[in-house]
């Protein structure tokens, strides 16, 4: 089992930044043989893949709406995963969820890994 707790979330201006974070823990957690991802779902509507970033963190992904300003990152030695989001907008306002798996492909092409984090809220005013 593995407990995902996001932090970091909050309210920022449109053009600001916040950088979340998500500490894993976990009986006997072997954090690097996790991929990681996060989600986020704003009011109304689905959730959705934000970005993945593989055990090693040698390969990440983004969806094409946050290429460029958000950045995928992971810290083996501290169990943690971080969310840098740069040049923020409006439409990026949603609860993003910290995700954990054992495939990329699945964080990545279906609906994420076995394990949720509880979210963290960002709101981003214009």
């Known amino acids: 089992q593995v407990q995902l707790v996001e932090s970091g979330g909050g309210l920022v201006q449109a053009g600001g930044s916040l950088r979340l974070s998500c500490a894993a823990s976990?009986?006997?957690?072997?954090?690097?043989?996790?991929?990681m991802g996060w989600f986020r779902q704003a009011p109304g509507k689905e959730r959705e893949f934000v970005a993945a970033?593989?055990?090693?963190?040698?390969?990440?992904y983004s969806t094409d709406s946050v290429k460029g300003r958000f950045t995928i990152s992971r810290d083996n030695a501290k169990n943690t995963v971080f969310l840098q989001m740069d040049s923020l907008k409006p439409e990026d306002t949603a609860v993003y969820y910290c995700?954990?798996?054992?495939?990329?492909?699945?964080?990545?092409?279906?609906?994420?890994?076995?394990?949720w984090g509880q979210g963290t809220q960002v709101t981003v005013s214009s």
């Open positions: 995700n954990a798996g054992l495939s990329l492909y699945t964080i990545q092409t279906t609906s994420g890994g076995a394990y």
């Open positions: 970033i593989s055990w090693s963190g040698s390969r990440t």
């Open positions: 976990g009986r006997n957690l072997q954090f690097s043989s996790y991929a």
